[in-house]
């Protein structure tokens, strides 16, 4: 039992005061801790409608989206509205450009900056901090902006409107991530274990591939799908660099203003879907993610 | 020969290896990042003809539509953050709490992490349309007789409105995270200290784990602005052309107009808006560290 404890634990005061004032106190955490679940399930709610809203709006059938008032309640399901936006021209192509421009920029952004993770996770050299502050600096920018300079040179270069000039748009924008998260996952690798494995004949390579990338897996392959759903669902640069090789997103979006409703809605739902479960697959590794990279 | 690989490792006298696996990364950042930067601003004053001029940033400026979307982004940046931070600290002090379900609460508040500012939009697009959820449920509460035009130009404040609430939904929880993490740094003992001595909740967070907490607050609120000045496909979504906002019009420009060099303006705006606001946001919220140096 820790002094804190002892002090708040009840009739353990050295008098009825202080019996008096802790019992007073557990009343009020009690209070806090009951506020505190109603807070829980207000936000959670917040969250929660609109998605529900949006999922039910793609499972009804399509006349429903023009129906006023609308049942809050479905009354009747049906894949018609998703089935209509799939078929729709162009859907189908657009939904595998965006898995191949998400594919690309994985691929990129892993071979650029897990070596670079590796190196400020392993290696003491000049110029480590300064590498660091421009890699932490590259966030003080909007890097989807830079598409239309970028667009330029596309066209110059001969790449402008092809699924990999998006790729390397947004490999620029999750290179940065990579570089931070990489090297926190190889920071998480005991490095005795490395080393250990060197002087039992590992040569460097060889122990980094038998015994640091087995244990980094797991984080690697988590801020992998983070990477690919920054790309899933970027659209500003995918719909500046392509004219009709659009993404997805890019798709819905340089449509939204002539598509019908439930092709929106339907487009809504499925651009949503697949990001809530990659979310769901690596929740254990959100905090982590995250959280070490933007302190 | 692998003891002395160890060796050198440790010593730090690896020589060129470190250099060699930062090369790929330094040299990408440099052909897409920091190049098109320079040449966003090269492109804007570019003159027509060839040569240096003034001619595009004249036209944005000049621009009906330039006055709308500036004022619009700032309000956008101005009512976005208040709001979003205290959703997220709250979301953030619930999780921290620990409260039976942690993961659960945590997985609820972090799912739009994972939702695109596009879905986000046509999501609120739903709500607010004139045979939206949000409509449909106000009639069959019996408070409206006819649905009520949410998203029309004429109502300027609640466009603004319908905007915020569907940014502060899909981008909350990047700042939720990052003020758990924060909040996961604070030890313990420091709030338990203060609970001995008699603070209630309110002043435990005001004097304690917010002063703490300020570090992670300036990551937060510069990521976060940042996002804001680049709002585009929410905007789109809910509001059409009814309003518009800096990267909208470099869109416009770009893709409807066809003039990549008043667009590049507009890029070149957002980023000086940007790296301005970095900076006093680093200038205004000092730490302690900085304080004591």
Sequence with gaps: MSVVDQARAPGTGPSLNGQRTSAAAARRRRRVRRLTYVAAVLLS?????PIYLITVTAFTPRRVSYQFPKPLVPTELSGE???????SAGVLPALGRSVLVAAITLGLSTLLGAPAGYALARHRFRGKEAYRL????TRAFPVVILSIPLAVNFITWGIYDTTISVALMHTALALPFTVLITSSVFVSVPRDLEEAAQTLGCTPMSAFVRVVLPLALPGLAAASIFTFVLSWNEVFAA??????????????LSTLSTSPLPFRFAGAFFLLAPSLVFIFV??????GLWGRVSR | MAGAAVTRGRGGRLGWTPYLLLAPSLVFLAVFFATPMFQAFGLAFQAPGGGYGLDAVQRMFGDVRFGRALTTTLVLVVAIIPIQFALAMGMALVVNARLKGTDLWLYIFALPLGISELAAGIVWFSIFTEQGWLNSFLEQAGLIERPYVFLSYQHPALLILAIVLAEAWRATAIIM????????GIPRDYTEAADVFGADAWRRLRYVTLPLLKPTIRVALILRTILAFQAFATVLALAGSATNVLAGEAYRWYQTLREP???????????LLSVASTVLFLALIRTDEERLA
């Design chain 2, 261 to 271: 060099r008043v667009a590049a303006a507009y890029a070149s705006l957002i980023l």
């Design chain 1, 81 to 87: 509205t998703v089935s209509f936006f799939s078929h």
């Design chain 1, 239 to 252: 719909v500046i660099l392509t004219l009709r090789q659009r993404t997805l997103p890019a798709l819905v």
């Design chain 1, 282 to 287: 690596i929740r254990r590794y959100l905090l």
């Design chain 1, 45 to 49: 709610a917040w969250v929660l409608v």
């Design chain 2, 177 to 184: 995270i990052i003020l758990i993490a924060g909040l996961q």
């Design chain 1, 134 to 137: 421009l890699i932490l600096s």
